[in-house]
């Protein structure tokens, strides 16, 4: 059974930096696509970032590249979202997500991605 486990959300303050982490289990993930998506306070949820496991390609939401830092390590089955200059609207529940399967492409819509975490909240406090 897939399984994608967050971890490293919290309370901090504007401007610092949060380094989220999520560990997949379950299956071979080195050929899927993994990203985060991200769902604040009464909005709807949205793409953050994703990145194809298998060569690096990523992919960011425009509003955040240069802020946001997608990564990943086979080896470990983890994939990670730095993430710096924190504003108090990066505020929201981040999930870790999977295609659950191998995949050439690098995802953005929710659809795509059938296996998820139960996300860790972060809160940006001004």
């Known amino acids: 059974q897939v399984q994608l486990v967050e971890s490293g959300g919290g309370l901090v303050q504007v401007g610092d930096s949060l380094r989220l982490s999520c560990v997949a289990s379950?299956?071979?993930?080195?050929?899927?696509?993994m990203g985060w998506f991200r769902q604040a306070p009464g909005k709807e949820r949205e793409f953050v970032a994703a990145?194809?496991?298998?060569?690096?390609?990523?992919a960011y939401v425009a509003s955040l590249k240069g802020r946001f830092s997608i990564s990943r390590d086979n080896a470990e089955n983890t994939v990670y979202l730095q993430m710096s200059s924190l504003k108090p609207e990066d505020t929201g529940v981040y999930y870790c997500?999977?295609?659950?399967?191998?995949?050439?492409?690098?995802?953005?819509?929710?659809?795509?991605?059938?296996?998820w975490g139960p996300g860790t909240q972060v809160i940006v406090s001004s």
């Open positions: 997500v999977d295609t659950g399967f191998a995949t050439v492409r690098v995802p953005t819509a929710a659809n795509e991605y059938h296996n």
């Open positions: 990145i194809n496991c298998r060569d690096g390609q990523t």
């Open positions: 379950g299956r071979t993930f080195s050929r899927d696509a």
